[in-house]
Structures are given as structure tokens and as C-alpha cells.
């Protein structure tokens, strides 16, 4: 023999490759369903071989290892090994909670040796054989064992040796040693690292390999426990001795975890301990070896199976003490495929996409926004009662302990903090308490703690905010109101001084007079007493100058080139026209000429869309202002100029200069001076002393009617009284109270309740509609589409009579129920006459209702009934008025009635849902971020780049690439008005768009569902964006709806 050694090798080789196991059979039973897939439903081979499956699960039930790892292809058959836990899951069913240990290692370092010695299972062994992939093993857990673990079997996962020579001399093999250590680490719940030889020269290489693998678990939200485990060791007593090895090791790790978290570009990781749960003390076990001696004589070391027996107590020690929960075997076949999926490809970090994570984190936002409604439904009552407290102070229905308003407003907002501060405390307690739990696998949404805690302050500090602005205005509206009132009560009086006067002339007469006769007394008595009545005249207040004044201060912040901008044009003269954006300078203009030339979207056309989605926004502020019909405050102006900056300042993406922003701001304050100048001038003149006297003067002679012939006024005076006081602060009180009802019902359904499923349900209804004009809207004008469809929802919701009549039911009960209380216990107390009586009554009611003391006053004039009868009569008179508030709301169409409440609900859901409005600068996609405040945006769906009006340059023909695709191709560019339509790298987006996390993974293409939509309407998206149809790939025209519909809830994870 030339050369005997190579000889031998190669027989071995030829040996170990045909040897016959009974992986191959599970390996071809695989191969033979998953091709039998490929046939119709119908097939009768098909149906044959359906069984299959279920088969392979009872094998592994009873003890059998499953290939997980095809050893042969290092490929995963997802389908087979799925169906195959599918059916492992009913055979386990309902105890079905898993815990999994897995081993890694150097090859033929005696990992399969350790886990059949450990556990008692029979992973095949033999000298020279090599475990091949991955393989699977299930154990019963015992009883007694259960309660620790909290799980009812266990998976051990065992593994194909890494560094193996087989693949050394391939140029990936590093690549197939990564993947497969991402994998199991991934999988597993404790992982063994084996390695052989204490000390040895290898352990650099495998440690490298495992750190990489924990390090990118970390980012998906999973932080897996490992055992080192050094075989071979002579000295039973090496765990004290190597003190000093130990550290050594630390140190090598620390080393290591630097150097793959600056190639994984996650730099933060500076020790091995921030990536995984690890203690040099307690995570090292020595095991000596397996022989006391050389094989085959040689008998087995006692001390081998002594310190295998120590590591399994340790191991199961480890999983006992794991705060995360144990996964079913569904939920750990959903994470198998996504992990899988994700290790295929590179950057592992950035495209892996699990539904178990997405369910958690979904979780997350669903627990966080109903703490988030309970606190702002809580305040939403509290400021509406505050308000009702603040518009009676100094009125009958006024509390006497503070009858000073400024005390009042400054007792409130003390009250208004400490509620606030509670509330805060207890979002972030149950935010902490909520990530203490092992259900629902929070340990996977971790790295979301500290950003939606951020969130829970910063909704504290908005709400402040809020509330402390509506209670300014409250009382400084009430405070205007505190002199007219004044005005009006004292010529009230005057005049029923007169009316008196005349009734006592007139009954002196002693003689019958006509009803004719009593109007011309009375009429004349009238004009007398005006002309007599000092009626000062009403001056209207200069809205222009006010907010001018307003927006020269904010604009000062801005430079004194910004004032000097300002000054050159008077407000009266801004917002008559529509806003028109114009490129200042040479350049601009000639590039915008150029790029219309070429049909590209112009820097000019950008800020334009821009600035008119501002101006939207802000005018429909203002006509909830209008709708109030409260006087001007200065606090509106200074909510429109805040909302304008926050728009300019978190829309980083379009370049805009000083010149635009004056501009816009003097367009938009011009229009609000032009409306609240009307809004002023109509208040002032509804409560003109002079009118309101006279719109009370047939009420006047019917009262000196009846107290002249001496009629009985009871039943009269209640009914008045009724609707004049009671039934409009009842109509109030429900139109207060109803936003708040409407916001919690609309939330407690699925498609309400985080902006996930917002956006799954509004992508779903447009897929239906089917409508190119409503993608169109929604793509472009993605705001104003998704404003409209809320509205929509809530009117199709409550357009139904019995659920709105639920609500104004509840409210105008509970008014009722104050009322006749308010009046028992007035009735229980001594009343010197019906005006104490009716005082009584309405301070009751002041926390609740408010009563209009114009209203009262004029009730009260010539009011001679009896204290008794009036109290009866109101009680009869309540009840009528509830059944006429009915039939009124009834009557009332529901979109009249959203315009009517106080807190819009679809303006509350629109700002809860949207989130941050930002949307993905190449696709359009929006954020679906949960928090309040996040630092990085992303979007679960993203969509073809054609839809975010790109296309190529030369041919002009939009792009059917995909964000995730573009971001990790080295050569292509993009150009927009964020880059100054200058080329720039789609790999280095990070540098434009610093904000938004947009995986960078070549293999996900567009969904489906997007896919469809740009299939059906290629060429009407082209003309509407000026450019060239897409080249459309011929699978996509092939794509159903259902199919779309299919891709859409894999897409947002819905079951």
C-alpha cells in the first residue's frame, strides 16, 4: 500500500456516508410529502400520503429524534417539520408547554454522549461518527419536576459539530457555523457549549461563533442562558483551581462580544453579560473523561457520569429559575419558521420578523392603550366637570365655599396635578408590573420598556398642558361674561321695579281694563324705561391687532430677517387667496422647471402638498372653535401657531426655509383673524345688554299679565323654568359627556384598538372597495383619507339608534336623578321664599349642570308662585322633559350631533391611531410605532417604491423594488427634496432619514397585496404620478384578492 493512511480515510469516509439511520427515513418521508403538495387537493396520491405527518409525530412522541436540520442540504423542510408539530400538538394537547436545551460544539467533542448520559435518550453515537444538522428529541417531564419548570416536556435539541473539516475547506463555512449556532441559540432556552480540551486553542473559534449567535437574539428581544462545558479535564477539581482561567475566559468573551457587536453594528454591547444571562462562578462545568484509559478496554469514569449528574441539576435549576414562560409547541413551530427564515439572510438583526414578536409587542400597545383611555376618559370627565364649576362661579348655581374665580382656576389646576402625577404613577407601575409577568413572552418586547415609559411622561405632560389651557379660557371666557352679567341683572331689576310700579298703578284704577289697555300701559312703560337706561354701547375688540401682536412674538424667536418678512404684509390681506408655494432663488426655479420637464415630483410640488395639509388641519381647529360660539381668546391663536411649529418640525424630511414659514404662518393667522373677528363680533352681539332685555319683553307683559289678573303661576313657572334653565344644561351636559362615550365604544373594538390593527383594517376596507381613487387618497393625502374613514366608521356605528340612545339615555337619566335630588333636599330646607328655594336647587346642580343666569333671571322676574305647587309641578315637569330630549336627540341626525360635542371623537381617535403621521420616505408607508414617543420609526408593511411616486430616471418607469430590497443593494440611488434631488445611496438612507428603521433584507419582496394593487392599477398610478407604467412581473397579474387579502393578515400577524 502507497499510502495507507490515506487509504484507511477514505474507506472510513465511504463508510460513514453509507451508513443508514433512521433519519433517512424521516428525511425521505419528507421529501415524498412535501413533493406530493405540489399535486391538487383532489389527487387520490395526495390524500395517500396525508397521513404521513401524524405518523412521524407518534414516532417522536415515543421517544424517536426528529431531523430538524437536513444534515445533507443544511436546509429546514418548514412545511414537513411544521405539519409534523401540528400534528405533535394535538397528540400533546392540552399539555403542550415546552422547554428546550440544546448543545453546541466542536465536532466529535462528545455532545451526543453527554445528552444521552444527561437525559437518558439514545442520540446515535458510534467512534467516528459525526452528528449531521440538527435533530430533536422529546422528553416527558415528570410530575414532581412540572411545578419547577413549569412546562410538561422538554425538547433536546442536539447539533452537527462546528469548525468541521468536511466544511473548512469551503469559503462560507464560517456563514453555515453562524447560521446553524443562530438557530439552535435562538431556539433553545439554555444552550450547552461543549468544549473539549481545557484550555485549548479551539475555543476562540467556537466562542466567536456562539457570541455572535447571542448577541443577535438580544436585538430580537430573547436573552438565552448558556453552560460552558469543558470536557476532558484530568483534574476533578479544575472548577477551583481555574479561578484565573476563568477570568481569562470572561475576558476572552468580553473581547469577543466587542468585535462581533462592531461587525453586527450594535457597538452598545460591550460585555458578554449585556448580550445573555451568564456567571462565570456558576455557568462553567469541568467533566472529566468518558474513559479511565484508552478505549475499547479501558472501563467508564465514574466521575464522568457524576458531573453530567451536576450539570443536569444545575441545567434544570437554570430553567426553573427562567422568567420567561414556556412555549406551546405551535408558538415554538411559528418562531422555528421565522428564525429560520431570518438566518437565511443576511443581517440577521435587522430582517428578523417573528410573529411571536409581533404578537407580543401587539399585546404591549393593546394593555398600554387601555391604560392610556382610562386615564384620558378619566380626564376628560374631570375637566368637563372643572369647566361646568368654573361657568357658575358668581352665578345662582355657584358653590359659596370659593366664589372668587382666580381662586377657583388656581384650586383646579392644583387638583388638575395631583390627579395627573397619580395617574402617571400608576401607568408606570403597571408598565413595570406588566413586563414582571412570564405570560404572553414580554421578555421578547423588552427593549420597548423604556419607550413606552417615555410615552407615559410625555402623555402626562400633554395632558397637563391641555387641561390647564381649558381652564384658562374657561375662566377667562367666565370672566368676560362677569360684567355683562352684572349690566344685565342690574337693568333686569330696573325693569321689574317698573313693571311693579306699573301693576300697583294699574290695580289702583279700580276698574276692569282690557288686554288692549294693559299692552299700551305696558308698551309704554317700555320705551320710557329704554330711553332712561344707560345702555353703553358694545365695542368689538380688534381681532387683526391681537393676533398680529401674537404672531410677531412667535416669529421674533425666529431672527429679525423672520420679522422683517412679517412686516412686510398686513394680515388683513393674508388668507384671502389660496396658498401658493414659489421656489425663491435661480437655482430652485430651475430645478423645479427641470424636474417638471422630466416628470418628476418638483421640490415645489412637495412643499406645496406639505403646507396644505398644515392649512387643512389648522381650519378645521378653527371651525371647532366657531362651533362653540364663545368669545376670542388669545389661547386660540397660541394653539394654531404651536400646531403649525410642531408640523414644521417634525416633517424634517422637506426642506423648507424661513421665507416659507412666515408665509405660511402669516396665510393661515390671516384666515383664523378674518373668523374669529366674525366669531367675536357675533358673541358680543348676542349678549348685548339692550338686546337680551328686549328678547325678554313679551315674557315680561305675559308676567305683568298674570300677576296683574292674579293668576296662579306654579305650574307656569316650573314649566319655563324647566325649559329655560334645566333642559338646555341637560342638552349640554349629554352633548359633554356623548365624545367620550363614543371614543370607549369605538376603542373596544379590534380595528380600534392599537394602530396595527387601525392600519389592517383600513388596508382591508380599501381592498374591498376595490377603488383606484380611495388608494389614491390614501397613498397621497393619507391624513385627510384616514380623518374621513374614521368619521365614517363612527357614523355607520352609531347610526344605529339603540346604541346611541344607550348613551343619551345614561346621561340624561343620571341628570334627572341629580335634579330630583337636588330638589328633595331643597325641599327639606327651609327656604325664606321660591328664589332661596330655586337657589338651593340650582347650587345642587352646579357641579353638574350649568345654569344659564340669564336664563334664571328672567325666570325669576315677577315670580309670585307658591314654594310648594312649584316643587310638584317641576318634578312633573323633569319628566316630561326627558321624553322630549329623547325624541329631540332621536331627530337629530348623527353627524349633527358629532358637530355638536364637545370632545370630537373623531378628531381623538385620528390623533391616538395616527401616532406620529410620519410615513416611510421611499414607500409612503406609515409608522405603526406604539408610545407616545419613539425614537425610531418602522412600518410592518412596506410597499412597492412606485407607490412613493419613484421611478427610474432614464426610463422614467415606476419602481416595483421594495424598500428592504433597495436599502442593502451597494450601487442604487435615490433623489428627493430630502437630499436636495441630489443622487444618494438607498444603503446609506441613514444618513437623510436618521429616523426610520427600514429592514434591509433581500428577501422580502412586496406583499402580495400590494403587489395586486399595483398589478390592477399600473397605468393609472403612472398617469397620476407623470411617469411610465411599472414593468410589471407576470406572477403579479396572477394574484387574487383572496390572496391579497391572505398576505395582508400574515403581513400584521392576524390569526
Same mark, same amino acid.
Given at each position: 500500500m502507497k499510502n495507507p493512511k490515506k487509504e484507511i480515510k477514505d474507506i472510513d469516509r465511504q463508510l460513514s456516508n453509507s451508513s443508514l439511520g433512521i433519519e433517512h427515513f424521516f428525511r425521505e418521508m419528507g421529501q415524498i410529502y412535501e413533493a406530493s403538495l405540489s399535486l391538487p387537493e383532489t389527487d387520490p396520491s395526495r390524500k395517500q400520503l396525508q397521513h404521513l405527518p401524524k405518523l412521524c409525530a407518534q414516532l417522536l412522541f415515543g421517544g424517536l429524534p426528529l431531523e430538524l436540520v437536513d444534515g445533507e442540504a443544511s436546509n429546514i423542510p418548514l412545511r414537513w417539520i411544521s405539519d409534523v408539530l401540528s400534528q405533535l400538538n394535538d397528540l400533546m394537547s392540552p399539555q403542550n408547554k415546552i422547554l428546550v436545551v440544546t448543545v453546541l460544539g466542536v465536532q466529535s467533542t462528545g455532545k451526543s454522549t453527554l445528552l444521552n448520559t444527561m437525559f437518558g435518550v439514545q442520540f446515535a453515537v458510534s467512534s467516528g461518527r459525526?452528528?449531521?444538522?440538527?435533530?430533536? /428529541?422529546? %422528553?416527558?417531564?415528570?410530575?414532581?419536576?412540572?411545578?419547577?419548570? !413549569?412546562? =410538561?416536556?422538554?425538547?433536546i435539541i442536539d447539533t452537527e459539530g462546528l469548525k468541521s473539516p468536511e466544511l473548512a475547506q469551503l469559503d462560507n463555512s464560517h456563514e453555515h457555523d453562524n447560521e446553524l449556532a443562530t438557530l439552535v441559540v435562538g431556539l433553545s432556552d439554555v444552550t450547552i457549549i461543549n468544549i473539549s480540551m481545557e484550555n485549548s486553542t479551539e475555543m476562540k473559534d467556537i466562542l466567536k461563533i456562539v457570541v455572535h449567535a447571542f448577541l443577535r437574539m438580544t436585538e430580537v428581544g430573547k436573552k438565552p442562558k448558556c453552560q460552558f462545558v469543558h470536557q476532558n479535564v484530568s483534574d476533578v477539581s479544575a472548577h477551583e483551581k481555574n479561578l484565573r482561567d476563568r477570568k481569562l475566559l470572561m475576558q476572552q468573551l468580553n473581547e469577543m462580544t466587542q468585535a462581533a457587536a462592531k461587525m453586527e453594528k450594535k457597538e452598545e454591547n460591550k460585555n458578554f453579560t449585556d448580550v445573555m444571562e451568564y456567571s462565570p462562578d456558576t455557568g462553567n462545568c469541568y467533566i472529566p473523561g468518558l474513559w479511565n484509559g484508552n478505549p475499547p478496554m479501558a472501563p467508564v469514569n465514574e466521575g464522568y457520569s457524576e458531573a453530567v449528574y451536576d450539570l443536569k441539576k444545575n441545567i434544570i435549576h437554570v430553567l426553573g429559575s427562567c422568567?420567561?414562560?414556556?412555549?406551546?409547541? /405551535? #408558538?415554538? *413551530? &411559528?418562531?422555528? $419558521?421565522?428564525?429560520? !427564515?431570518?438566518?437565511?439572510?443576511?443581517?440577521?438583526?435587522?430582517?428578523?420578523?417573528?410573529?411571536?414578536?409581533?404578537?407580543?409587542?401587539? $399585546?404591549?400597545? +393593546?394593555?398600554?392603550?387601555?391604560?392610556?383611555? #382610562?386615564?384620558?376618559?378619566?380626564?376628560? +370627565?374631570?375637566?368637563?366637570?372643572?369647566?361646568?364649576? %368654573?361657568? !357658575?362661579?358668581? +352665578?345662582?348655581?355657584? $358653590?359659596?365655599?370659593?366664589? =372668587?374665580?382666580?381662586?377657583?382656576?388656581?384650586?383646579? @389646576?392644583?387638583?388638575?396635578?395631583?390627579?395627573?402625577? #397619580?395617574?402617571? +404613577?400608576?401607568?408606570?407601575?403597571?408598565?413595570?408590573?406588566?413586563?414582571?409577568?412570564?405570560?404572553?413572552?414580554?421578555? /421578547?418586547?423588552? &427593549?420597548?420598556?423604556?419607550?413606552?415609559? *417615555?410615552?407615559? $411622561?410625555?402623555?402626562?405632560?400633554?395632558?397637563?398642558?391641555?387641561?390647564?389651557?381649558?381652564? *384658562?379660557?374657561?375662566?377667562?371666557?367666565?370672566?368676560?361674561?362677569? &360684567?355683562?352679567?352684572?349690566?344685565?341683572?342690574?337693568?333686569?331689576?330696573? /325693569?321689574?321695579?317698573?313693571?311693579?310700579?306699573? %301693576?300697583?298703578?294699574?290695580?289702583? @284704577?279700580?276698574i276692569q281694563m282690557t288686554e288692549k289697555e294693559l299692552d299700551e300701559e305696558f308698551d309704554k312703560m317700555w320705551t320710557e324705561t329704554e330711553k332712561e337706561l344707560s345702555f353703553k354701547e358694545m365695542k368689538f375688540d380688534d381681532i387683526y391687532n391681537i393676533v398680529t401682536h401674537?404672531?410677531?412674538? =412667535?416669529?421674533?424667536?425666529?431672527?429679525?430677517?423672520?420679522?422683517?418678512?412679517?412686516?412686510?404684509?398686513?394680515?388683513?390681506?393674508?388668507?384671502?387667496?389660496?396658498? %401658493?408655494? *414659489?421656489? &425663491?432663488?435661480?437655482?430652485?426655479?430651475?430645478?423645479?422647471?427641470w424636474n417638471k420637464m422630466r416628470n418628476v415630483q418638483s421640490h415645489t410640488t412637495t412643499v406645496q402638498h406639505f403646507a396644505d395639509c398644515i392649512i387643512d388641519h389648522c381650519k378645521q381647529l378653527i371651525s371647532d372653535k366657531m362651533q362653540r360660539q364663545n368669545n376670542y381668546h388669545d389661547t386660540h391663536i397660541q394653539e394654531i401657531l404651536k400646531v403649525i411649529d410642531e408640523r414644521l418640525q417634525n416633517n424634517q424630511d422637506v426642506k423648507i426655509d424661513i421665507q416659507f414659514e412666515v408665509s405660511l404662518k402669516q396665510h393661515i393667522c390671516g384666515f383664523a383673524a378674518r373668523q374669529f373677528q366674525k366669531m367675536h363680533e357675533d358673541y358680543i352681539q348676542a349678549n348685548d345688554p339692550s338686546r337680551c332685555l328686549n328678547q325678554n319683553k313679551e315674557k315680561f307683559r305675559t308676567d305683568f299679565k298674570d300677576v296683574f289678573h292674579d293668576r296662579d303661576q306654579c305650574q307656569k313657572k316650573a314649566e319655563e323654568f324647566t325649559r329655560c334653565c334645566l333642559k338646555p344644561a341637560v342638552e349640554d351636559f349629554v352633548y359633554r359627556s356623548l365624545g367620550p362615550d363614543i371614543i370607549g365604544d369605538m376603542l373596544t373594538n379590534e380595528q380600534f384598538s392599537t394602530r396595527m390593527s387601525f392600519q389592517y383594517s383600513v388596508l382591508l376596507d380599501l381592498l374591498r372597495q376595490d377603488d383606484f381613487e380611495n388608494y389614491w387618497s390614501y397613498i397621497c393625502f393619507y391624513e385627510v383619507y384616514v380623518k374621513n374613514w374614521i368619521l365614517d366608521q363612527i357614523v355607520e356605528r352609531f347610526s344605529e339608534e339603540s346604541t346611541m340612545f344607550e348613551f343619551e339615555d345614561r346621561h340624561v337619566q343620571s341628570s334627572i336623578r341629580i335634579i330630583n335630588a337636588a330638589v328633595n333636599k331643597a325641599k327639606t330646607e327651609k327656604s325664606a321664599n321660591l328664589e332661596s328655594f330655586v337657589k338651593n336647587v340650582c347650587q345642587e346642580l352646579g357641579d353638574k349642570l350649568v345654569i344659564s343666569q340669564d336664563a334664571f333671571g328672567a325666570f325669576m322676574i315677577l315670580n309670585n308662585a307658591d314654594q310648594e305647587q312649584f316643587a310638584h309641578w317641576l318634578t312633573e315637569c323633569v319628566k316630561d322633559m326627558a321624553q322630549v330630549l329623547q325624541e329631540e336627540f332621536n331627530e337629530t341626525d348623527i353627524l349633527m350631533k358629532l358637530k355638536d360635542l364637545r370632545v370630537k371623537p373623531q378628531n381623538e381617535l385620528f390623533t391616538k391611531l395616527i401616532g406620529c403621521g410620519k410615513q416611510c420616505p421611499f414607500c409612503a408607508a406609515p409608522c405603526e410605532a406604539g408610545g407616545q414617543e419613539h425614537s425610531e420609526h418602522f412600518a410592518s408593511l412596506h410597499r412597492p417604491t412606485a407607490l412613493g411616486r419613484y421611478r427610474c430616471s432614464l426610463s422614467q418607469k415606476l419602481d416595483t423594488d421594495i424598500c428592504s430590497s433597495l436599502v442593502i443593494t451597494p450601487d442604487n440611488t435615490f433623489r428627493c427634496g430630502a437630499t436636495n434631488w441630489e443622487s444618494h445611496h438607498h444603503k446609506d438612507y441613514k444618513a437623510i432619514f436618521p429616523d426610520w428603521k427600514i429592514p434591509p433584507d433581500g428577501s422580502l419582496e412586496a406583499s402580495d397585496y400590494w403587489k395586486y394593487v399595483l398589478a390592477k392599477f399600473n397605468k393609472k398610478f403612472a398617469k397620476a404620478f407623470k411617469a411610465e407604467p411599472a414593468d410589471i412581473p407576470v406572477t403579479w397579474n396572477m394574484i387574487t384578492p383572496q390572496q391579497a387579502e391572505e398576505s395582508l393578515k400574515e403581513s400584521f400577524n392576524i390569526k
Open positions: 459525526c452528528t449531521r444538522g440538527a435533530f430533536m /428529541l422529546l %422528553i416527558r417531564i415528570n410530575e414532581d419536576i412540572k411545578k419547577e419548570l !413549569n412546562c =410538561d416536556f422538554m425538547v422568567e420567561s414562560s414556556a412555549y406551546d409547541i /405551535l #408558538e415554538f *413551530t &411559528e418562531w422555528m $419558521k421565522s428564525l429560520w !427564515n431570518a438566518v437565511k439572510h443576511e443581517n440577521f438583526i435587522f430582517s428578523f420578523r417573528n410573529s411571536l414578536v409581533a404578537d407580543a409587542y401587539m $399585546k404591549l400597545c +393593546t394593555e398600554f392603550n387601555k391604560w392610556e383611555w #382610562e386615564f384620558r376618559q378619566l380626564m376628560y +370627565t374631570w375637566v368637563t366637570d372643572a369647566e361646568t364649576r %368654573i361657568h !357658575n362661579v358668581g +352665578t345662582v348655581a355657584g $358653590k359659596s365655599e370659593i366664589s =372668587d374665580l382666580s381662586e377657583c382656576v388656581k384650586h383646579l @389646576k392644583s387638583e388638575a396635578s395631583t390627579i395627573l402625577s #397619580e395617574w402617571e +404613577t400608576k401607568l408606570l407601575e403597571n408598565l413595570a408590573r406588566y413586563f414582571k409577568q412570564t405570560e404572553g413572552h414580554v421578555y /421578547l418586547v423588552e &427593549e420597548y420598556k423604556e419607550v413606552f415609559a *417615555t410615552g407615559a $411622561k410625555s402623555l402626562r405632560r400633554q395632558m397637563q398642558s391641555s387641561v390647564f389651557n381649558q381652564l *384658562t379660557t374657561a375662566a377667562d371666557i367666565r370672566n368676560g361674561m362677569t &360684567e355683562l352679567d352684572r349690566i344685565k341683572e342690574n337693568h333686569t331689576q330696573e /325693569l321689574e321695579g317698573r313693571v311693579r310700579a306699573l %301693576i300697583e298703578k294699574c290695580q289702583k @284704577k279700580n401674537q404672531l410677531r412674538e =412667535d416669529v421674533s424667536q425666529k431672527g429679525s430677517y423672520a420679522s422683517k418678512l412679517l412686516s412686510q404684509n398686513r394680515l388683513q390681506d393674508c388668507g384671502l387667496d389660496p396658498f %401658493i408655494y *414659489t421656489a &425663491e432663488g435661480f437655482v430652485k426655479r430651475w430645478k423645479d422647471k
